[in-house]
């Protein structure tokens, strides 16, 4: 596609429900990066993949954040028995591998954890 | 550690009106990446420049500016003339060390309001 497309947009979950979150980044882009953005903060680093490689996941904050990319194009983070602090947009960032440029940014998906 | 401080959390002004972002990073890499992106209400991040540690020329592009001082580690945003569809939280961001796969590690975001 032209951009980055995750989805959904908007997710409302009860505590303790697991919830999964699509990326679907630009063709032939190799790079993928899960962010964490909680309101009124930058992005903090989730997790990165070459292909269907996870390379770095340091930034997951528990063993209930998990991600996958298994056929290195779509990627899914799932978070199991949400709570309220992982209330956040969550945003995915692909590049070429090795594009000094930046990366591109889709629009995120906004959760709430009630 | 890698850490970068956008210390003004709020600006407002009125249109036409210039405005510099400020930006302080810290990091240890000699070589290093620095980024300013714009964050619209629609929530994408749109890049807009990025700058190599090695190359202090400032820049210009249309009303844009940034001025890259590596000597007080800082990387300042100027928007001249500004209008109201400048209205958005810009964020800085470093990358250090460059390889592909070093995350982006972001500042808290200025939020940039212009009123006409």
């Known amino acids: 596609g032209a951009g980055v497309s995750q989805s959904p947009r908007y997710k409302v979950a009860k505590r303790g429900q697991d919830v999964a979150l699509r990326c679907d980044p630009i063709?032939?882009?190799?790079?993928l990066f899960w962010y964490q953005q909680a309101l009124g903060q930058g992005p903090e680093f989730l997790t990165y993949?070459?292909?269907?490689?996870?390379?770095?996941k340091s930034g997951l904050p528990s063993d209930r954040f998990f991600a996958e990319r298994p056929e290195g194009s779509v990627s899914t983070l799932k978070i199991q028995r949400t709570q309220q602090e992982d209330s956040a947009v969550y945003l995915c960032?692909?590049?070429?591998?090795?594009?000094?440029?930046?990366?591109?940014f889709g629009s995120g998906t906004r959760l709430t954890v009630v | 550690a890698q850490k970068v401080t956008q210390a003004q959390t709020e600006i407002s002004v009125v249109e036409k009106e210039d405005v510099t972002l400020d930006c302080v990073y810290e990091?240890?890499?000699?070589?290093?990446?620095l980024f300013w992106y714009k964050q619209p209400p629609s929530g994408e991040l749109v890049f807009l420049i990025r700058?190599?540690?090695?190359?202090?020329q400032n820049e210009i592009s249309g009303r844009y500016s940034w001025n890259f001082q590596k000597s007080t580690s800082s990387f300042n945003f100027t928007i001249t003339a500004s209008q109201v569809v400048d209205s958005a939280v810009y964020f800085c961001?470093?990358?250090?060390?460059?390889?592909?796969?070093?995350?982006?590690?972001f500042g808290k975001g200025t939020t940039l309001s212009v009123s006409s």
């Open positions: 990091t240890r890499d000699t070589t290093y990446y």
């Open positions: 063709s032939g882009h190799v790079s």
């Open positions: 993949f070459q292909n269907e490689a996870q390379l770095d």
């Open positions: 700058r190599n540690s090695f190359d202090e």
């Open positions: 961001a470093l990358k250090a060390p460059t390889q592909a796969g070093t995350a982006l590690i």
């Open positions: 960032a692909s590049s070429l591998v090795g594009n000094i440029y930046g990366y591109t």
